[in-house]
């Protein structure tokens, strides 16, 4: 079994308990620091960002964009440091100048590298051009199919929110598929908000005929323009690649559930940038939730539990992108394989979150050989066992779709791969030739188990909110 890599769900050790009691402490420390900056608000100077919807009075600030705070990013990335008093002359300088440069970006968000469109002044990877655009819309239109929805948790299902928020939105497509599922829900009045640094989205309400909202703002400017619990539903979709799974989006997410109301749902997707290959295993047990098994023989996916078995990549191309890949974002402190490491992110908040749940599914980007062997029984959910290499066409083209995104991403991420790979444009320009090829031509037999593994995780906000929590432990 040399090779073996499992997926697994981090248990609860003695060391992951000790990592909680220090996260609480730490949220603590950073509540009750809070709270003293707020008590001083009256004697200081400050600009409060808008978390209102009505327009300003003429002269004043944009509209919509009432109590504005204003927080000056250090040069690190992700990292915010919140500046809402001013106590001299230089420290007011540069919170102006600190705000001019901001509006700018917001103002021109926009430059060209490397012959594609990306956002100046910020570290994310990605382009924000057409391509990448269909590229993600692609992805957001696989992750709803493997799903069966657009939302997993089984709360939202039973309970509609009135209000839900996309992070990061892009294009905003995920929020108008989102309001045709709880259409098709019979629930017509929810209302969607997208928040993104690049002003992507077109006008849903009057496209998609959803109730709909864009606000632009760079989401590692802490706080986010919004009231505290404003949002039933808050989505995080595919951000692994603009802030960490370390400090930065720890301090990220408690500024999400600032935003999110008691009761509401916390729902993140992602999906890994490393591929690996899925074994031969036996059908998993019955499922609390058999639906989740229906859709996965349906669309001929593999649902992950622990103990599922994989394996490195078997396809040169894919060991190589793999290896380039992990060294690209190791250097920016991002994770190449996020879904291993969100569901322990949401476990260390157990005094503000509650019925965490997790469901990951592995999306072969081929036919696999233990599929279609006639010589050995598949080892397959007995709904979906039929003749040996079997797969209906809807079945082969999702795989496929998986398989475009995946290398439609190592285009997008050209500069750095090939950076960090030594190649030269012509080298680079071979390889990638010669990548095409053979992964795009079955009877070349490039792809054996590779998969596309994707991941949606949820989890409900307890009463009372951070406030209460962290004041309950300064008082402790």
Known sequence: MDGLVYAYYVPKSSEQQRFIQERRSELAEQRKQVKEAKLSRDSTEYIERSVSDQKTKPGGADEGHQHQ????????????????????????????????????????????????????????????????????????????????????????????????????????????????????????????????????????????????????????RIPLPFDDGEFDLVMLKDLSLVLTLGGPFQTFLDEVLRILGEGGTLEIWDSDHMLRSLLPHPPPPPSKR?????????????????????????????????????????????PPSPCARIAQVLYQEPELLENVGVRRVAVPLGELRWERESGTEPLLSPKRKGKAGELTTEQYELRQTALMTVLQKIESLEPLLKDVSGKNSEEWSHWWASMMSALLDPSRGAITGECLEMGAWWATKLGGGIEAVATARCQD
């Open 69 to 220: 705070r204003d927080d000056t990013a250090t040069s690190s990335y992700g990292v915010m440091e919140a500046a809402r008093t001013r106590t001299s002359s230089s420290s007011g300088a540069s919170s102006t100048h600190s705000l001019h440069a901001y509006q700018a970006l917001l103002s021109n968000p926009y430059e060209l590298r490397h012959g594609r469109r990306y956002l100046r002044e910020v570290p994310y990877p990605l382009p924000c051009d057409l391509p990448e655009i269909q590229r993600q819309n692609l992805r957001t239109l696989l992750f709803c199919k493997v799903f069966g929805r657009a939302v997993c948790s089984p709360k939202v299902a039973k309970e509609a929110p009135r209000k839900v928020l996309e992070v990061g939105c892009g294009s905003g497509y995920w929020s108008a598929s989102c309001h045709e599922y709880f259409c098709s829900l019979g629930h017509k009045k929810a209302s969607f908000t997208g928040l993104d640094l690049a002003p992507l989205a077109p006008d849903w309400s009057k496209q998609g005929g959803l109730d709909w909202k864009f606000v632009q703002h760079d989401i590692r």
């Open 290 to 334: 058999p639906l989740d098994q229906d859709i996965a023989d349906q669309t001929a996916t593999f649902l992950i539990a622990p103990g599922t078995p994989f394996a490195p990549a078997q396809s040169k191309y894919l060991q190589q992108a793999n290896t380039w890949m992990q060294e690209a974002l190791d250097r920016r402190q991002l």
